[in-house]
């Protein structure tokens, strides 16, 4: 598994994963056929038979209240037109149980039980129907006659057809009840097997998950150990090489896998960095070779400062320097490393020995010498034979220099060899520099002998001293004009001479670069402060241009580059280097630079926001046409590049004409003269054209700016599509609530500071007053405005208020106002919707009239009036509080002589729509019972249902009924017992 690969290994885990979900998947997949078969027979059979079963059952029901409302009309025969809305409810009603009849006929049937009582309830049905149809007739009959001696006939056959349909109607509810208790049973049932099954399923998918999740967990842990263990390994190669430990391997490369990719890229990785530590250490040691040897002011010096350098890192026991003549001819020993100047050879002529040879050839000699060679150094303990002998040439501009003869006990290996070639330029150059300060001294002493010369002709000179004098005062006052103009000038000013040194500088080179003047002057200009590119990326000193100026004459101008300040920080800069010529030839550098931050950030902010803006930007000559835009404006217009969309004008990106009606090329012309005689930018709307010929609006703005000193326009174009559709989509608003306002029932307007501003008509009819207008003589008073404008500026509205205003002739008007606050044109004002209710205070105050009218008749009734709701006693007229033991709130069957008895009555007003002059026992005041002739019907007091009902005491009648009835008996006993008489004389 080590060598499989981290991609084989996620594809065995996913399917492993796959299989572990079919499993599952499969487990469950029965239990969810099973589970859905049930619920769709309950959802789509059993469900809906219990919902249209309970339908048609409450519409038999409604249909029953119905019928038995006919009742409460008997012997009013004024009544036709309750008469046919009884007829139009019930044609309604059957409408909606016929509906549920054909929904409930269509499902199938689960039993042959259920089949039986649908048969039977079908037949039952019929029954009911050809009932209904005959009371249906007869109450349509009604309707259409109001003869009392017809209406009794038609009543009485109406009581005894409903006597005919309760006795079906019990039938039909008892058949209707057994089918709704079968539905519900079979469905209780099949919800029971389903939730069985679903508990079975789900022991058995938990079993199936977890052993899937088991297996996936065993899997995805092995395949975790086998990547993290290579990974740390990995990881802590990945430390050591960045903390410089490169001599370890990295671990993990005969890895046939990902994991081994990265290890062999790690090894490769440490190897180049070995490789950079070494070249590094190399470089080390040629500056340390260059500072010690620069140090020497002799050859003999230098041999032995640079063969000691070499002894260490070579592996020396043996070390000669040989200094070649300015002639070529002679080799001659002027330092070494453990040398006997009596053993060894001091000079060589050139191509004599091994190392005049070399000299000659100007090749490197490299023998191993056999162990009985006599080659040898001498130690405190004896002599070591030297194995190894390396005799190299130093070769400068092409010409032998020297000669080193180097000797070791073992072989110098390539990368001994590579020190040795490192340092070779440096020795060099350090020899010719080292000869060039012996020349000087030599020049020196030289002078000094010259010097008492010069003494001697002293006098000679004195007549021309006053001449030198002048000349001098002459000369420093041309160095004084020098420095002050070099002082006063604000660029940066520095000589640079053939060797890269600092030779002057000015005030404001040294300010820009953080140096003192003392500091600059003798400097490496390049190694000092123009070592890098911008980027930090070393500049190699012969792509300088500062140095190519110092070697070719040729003067150059560059405005991409940086200046290093002494704390390393950067400056961009644009500067020019000019020669300086001494009889022809280039003796050194002037630089010139300025500082250009500010102009490269500005140069960066303009791109940026000329790249980045959503607007499309042109650049216009009024000559050229357009030169540049950014890429917004190309995609605007649908050109895939910039080039392509620079070659059009301004008019063949435009219609022919502008929606004013101009041609769009002279309008565009008009525009452009315009533009470019105003120092502000100027704005108009225009009709562009995109490439595929479709039109868009846009908002132009053309600003006037100066390139290489030639005017032009920067054109920006802002697409408004959206907003014209905007604006559009706002007026159309605007207008259609124009439209609900002038057409609104409701009077509308507003004012700002007591002015009205709008109006709309129902407001002009209402009040007569129209824009212009001031809105105070609509208040019955200043107080009344004054108040409201201070409420809605402290709530910030007045909502459904009613309010006594003045309207047209100034008749006053009742309302229902609104107020808020608005802003019209940026200032405050308030808004005001005001609905006239004069006619509903009228007709409020008529039904209030009324109320109390029939209030009256209410309380001097003779009649007990009572109304309830949820079985509490809401209402009682004084007839009914002063004659039974209630009040109200008390429950309403405490009026009862036996409570009892209430229920029953309240069923059978549900049921038949009214109960009439039904006599019952009520309470009395003294708790006696009382004969009342009771009527009670359904209504709705205060939004919710309850009973009104009439009491009578009947107590009076029914005693004199009793005594008509004892006389009764008397009469008839005493005319039975005359009779007798008779018939026995």
Same mark, same amino acid.
């Given at each position: 598994m080590g060598n499989t690969t981290i991609r084989t290994k996620m594809f065995i885990l996913i399917g492993c994963v796959t299989i572990a979900m079919l499993a599952i998947i499969l487990a469950g997949k029965q239990a969810i056929v099973n589970n859905t078969r049930t619920l769709n027979m309950i959802t789509g059979n059993l469900l809906p038979a219990v919902i249209e079963l309970h339908t048609i059952s409450e519409g038999r029901a409604v249909l029953n209240r119905i019928t038995m409302e006919t009742s409460?009309?008997?012997?009013?025969?004024?009544?036709?037109? &309750?008469?046919?809305?009884?007829? &139009?409810r019930k044609k309604e009603e059957w409408l909606k149980i016929s509906t549920s009849w054909t929904l409930y006929g269509s499902l199938p049937k689960e039993s042959e039980e259920e089949k039986k009582l649908w048969q039977q309830l079908q037949s039952e049905w019929e029954g009911v129907k050809q009932i209904d149809d005959a009371i249906t007739q007869t109450i349509n009959e009604l309707s259409r006659n109001n003869n009392p001696s017809v209406q009794d006939r038609l009543f009485r056959k109406y009581h005894q057809q409903n006597k005919d349909l309760q006795e079906i109607f019990n039938k039909t509810r008892a058949t209707l009840e057994a089918l709704v208790v079968l539905a519900e049973k079979i469905s209780k049932e099949e919800l029971a097997k389903s939730e069985a099954s679903v508990s079975a399923m789900r022991s058995l998918m938990f079993i199936v998950s977890g052993a899937a999740i088991l297996s996936v967990f065993t899997i995805s842990l092995m395949f975790f150990i086998s990547i993290t263990r290579p990974l740390l390994a990995l990881k802590e190669s990945i430390l050591d090489i960045t903390a410089g430990r490169l001599g370890e391997d990295v671990p993990g490369q005969e890895m046939k896998n990902e994991l081994g990719e990265i290890g062999r890229a790690l090894e490769r990785l440490r190897q180049g960095a070995q490789s950079q530590q070494e070249s590094n250490r190399i470089k080390a040691f040629a500056a340390e070779v260059s500072q010690a040897l620069q140090q020497c002011t002799s050859f003999a010096e230098f041999g032995n400062v640079l063969t000691s350098r070499l002894a260490p890192v070579m592996g020396l026991v043996y070390g000669a320097f040989y200094l070649g003549d300015d002639e070529g001819n002679n080799l001659q020993r002027v330092g070494g490393y453990a040398c006997y100047h009596d053993v060894h050879r001091g000079n060589f002529s050139w191509g004599q020995g091994l190392v005049g040879q070399a000299a000659l050839d100007g090749k490197t000699i490299c023998l191993q010498l056999p162990s009985d060679e006599a080659i040898g150094a001498a130690t405190g303990m004896g002599t070591l034979n030297v194995k190894t002998l390396l005799i190299r040439p130093i070769v400068h501009q092409e010409k032998t220099r020297g000669v080193l003869e180097l000797g070791a006990l073992d072989m110098f290996t390539p990368e001994r060899k590579e020190y040795l070639e490192a340092a070779l330029p440096v020795i060099a150059m350090s020899m010719e520099i080292l000869a060039a300060n012996i020349e000087t001294r030599h020049l020196l002493e030289q002078s000094q002998e010259k010097t008492m010369a010069l003494a001697?002709?002293?006098r000679q000179l004195s007549a021309r001293r006053d001449e030198l004098e002048n000349q001098k005062e002459l000369i420093t006052q041309a160095e004084e004009r020098s420095r002050l103009?070099?002082?006063?000038?604000?660029?940066?000013?520095?000589?640079?001479?053939?060797?890269?040194?600092?030779?002057?500088?000015?005030?404001?080179?040294?300010?820009a670069l953080g140096y003192g003047e003392e500091e600059m002057l003798g400097k490496l200009v390049h190694a000092e402060f123009h070592y890098a590119y911008p980027d930090g990326s070393e500049f190699p000193v012969w792509q300088c241009p500062m140095y190519l100026t110092s070697q070719d004459g040729i003067a150059r101008t560059v405005d991409n580059e940086v200046l290093w300040r002494k704390d390393g920080t950067p400056i961009p800069v644009e500067y020019a280097t000019t020669p300086m010529r001494k009889n022809g030839a280039v003796v050194g550098t002037v630089v010139s630079f300025r500082d250009i931050t500010e102009r490269k950030e500005a140069q960066e902010y303009v791109n940026a926001y000329f790249n980045s803006s959503t607007d499309g930007l042109l650049i216009l000559s009024p000559e050229r046409g357009f030169i540049h835009a950014n890429q917004t404006a190309a995609a605007m217009f649908g050109f895939a590049s910039i080039d392509d969309l620079i070659k059009c004008g301004p008019v063949e990106l435009s219609p022919p004409n502008q929606p004013d009606g101009r041609p769009s090329q002279e309008a565009a012309l008009e525009y452009i003269s315009t533009a470019m005689q105003m120092s502000t930018p100027l704005h108009f709307d225009w009709i562009h054209k995109r490439k595929n010929g479709r039109e868009f609006p846009c908002e132009i703005t053309l600003i006037k700016i100066t390139l290489s000193g030639v005017q032009h326009l920067l054109t920006s174009i802002h697409d408004i599509t959206e907003r014209k559709a905007a604006e559009q989509a706002l007026a159309d608003q605007r207008a259609a609530f124009q439209q609900i306002l002038d057409h609104s029932p409701v009077g509308t307007a507003f004012s700002v500071n007591g002015i009205f501003q709008y109006v709309?008509?129902?407001?002009?009819?209402m009040f007569g007053l129209n824009v212009g207008d001031p809105a105070a003589p609509i208040y019955t008073s200043q107080e009344d405005r004054t108040r409201l404008v201070q409420e809605v500026k402290e709530h910030g509205f007045v909502r459904h208020r009613e309010m006594r205003l003045v309207g047209r002739g100034q008749q006053p008007l009742d309302c229902l106002v609104t107020f808020m606050p608005i802003v019209h044109e940026g200032q405050p004002g308030m808004m005001g919707f005001l609905l006239d209710i004069t006619a509903r205070k009228a007709m409020e105050e008529t039904i209030h009239k009324e109320r109390e009218r029939l209030q009256g008749i209410m309380d001097s009734s003779p009649i007990g009036v009572a109304i309830s709701t949820e079985g509490i006693l809401r209402f009682g007229n004084p007839a009914l509080l002063d004659t039974f033991d209630i009040k109200i709130g008390d429950p309403a069957e405490k009026?009862?002589?036996?409570?009892?008895?209430?229920?029953?009555?309240?069923?059978?007003?549900?049921?038949?729509?009214?109960?009439?002059?039904?006599?019952?026992?009520?309470?009395? &005041?003294?708790g006696h019972p009382v004969d009342v002739m009771f009527t009670i019907l359904p209504t709705t007091y205060e939004g919710q249902p309850g009973a009104l009902g009439w009491m009578v005491d009947i107590t009076s009648l029914r005693k004199m009924q009793d005594e008509l009835q004892t006389a009764k008996e008397i009469a008839e006993a005493a005319a039975q017992a005359k009779a007798d008489f008779l018939a026995n004389m």
């Open positions: 409460m009309w008997d012997k009013d025969y004024r009544a036709q037109d &309750k008469f046919a809305d009884i007829v &139009k001697a002709s002293e103009l070099l002082s006063a000038i604000s660029e940066g000013i520095f000589g640079v001479g053939n060797d890269g040194r600092v030779t002057f500088v000015n005030p404001a080179a040294c300010a709309n008509p129902e407001f002009l009819e009026i009862f002589f036996n409570p009892e008895e209430r229920e029953p009555l309240i069923a059978k007003m549900q049921q038949d729509g009214l109960v009439r002059n039904h006599e019952i026992k009520m309470r009395a &005041k003294d």
